[in-house]
């Protein structure tokens, strides 16, 4: 199914007429980060503060894939909410690199549509870009583990703005997995994004390992804040 559908996916963004419906885009997408998740012989890049971000090359588009790791002192159930756009969660809350997350669209209970601003980038070398996201919640029991994926989609209600550049969004995710101390969740994070416009991807590519390392700082200091 990946080889015959997934090329819609990679190429552009998912436009609303596509012949694919939301619950197979979903499976698809899934399917698709939950490969790179299992994937080994990542190129380590910078480990800091207990968080290893490493990378290899995307299969979805010109640029790289990366991977980053940690341990967040919270069990997988409640790390969940920290995940998820507003008002099912708290990534608006948290994330210094986005202005707004928010969902749009409620299709089912754990697919929705997503709009996320983010601000600016290498000190303003990257603008401010938003996205419109399919994002899905889907666990494994068997494995352990809850993804929280996302990738782009064109929606003719939500069309760019002037005050934004329309990035794009690859296959990207959060992978929770139980950690063997049962308050404790194994953390990893997929992404891959082009910023577009004017931006070479080098630029691109040489922000996102710090981007990452930013993410994961900005959600444990919030996890850690709670506690208090």
Known sequence: MIKLIYPKI?????????????????????????????????????????????????????????????????????????????????????????????????????ITVSKVSATKLLQGLISDRDFVHLDVVKTFSELNLTCVNSCSIDHKDYPPVDDYVRGTTHPSGFFLKKHKDRCKTNLTYIAQAEANGRIPRYLTEAATGSHIIGVFKDLIKDIESAKV
């Open 10 to 110: 990679s190429k552009k963004r998912i436009e609303m007429d596509s012949a694919l419906n939301f619950p197979e885009l979903a499976d698809v997408l899934t399917d698709r980060v939950l490969e790179y998740y299992h994937e080994e012989e990542w190129k380590l890049l910078k480990v800091e503060d207990d968080v290893t971000v490493s990378c290899k090359k995307s299969r979805d588009f010109a640029g790289n894939v990366y991977r980053g790791d940690c341990v967040l002192e919270l069990e997988p159930e409640k790390a969940l909410s920290y995940l998820l756009p507003s008002p099912h969660g708290r990534r608006q809350k948290w994330d210094s690199s986005v202005s707004e997350c928010i969902v749009l669209i409620d299709v089912t209970k754990n």
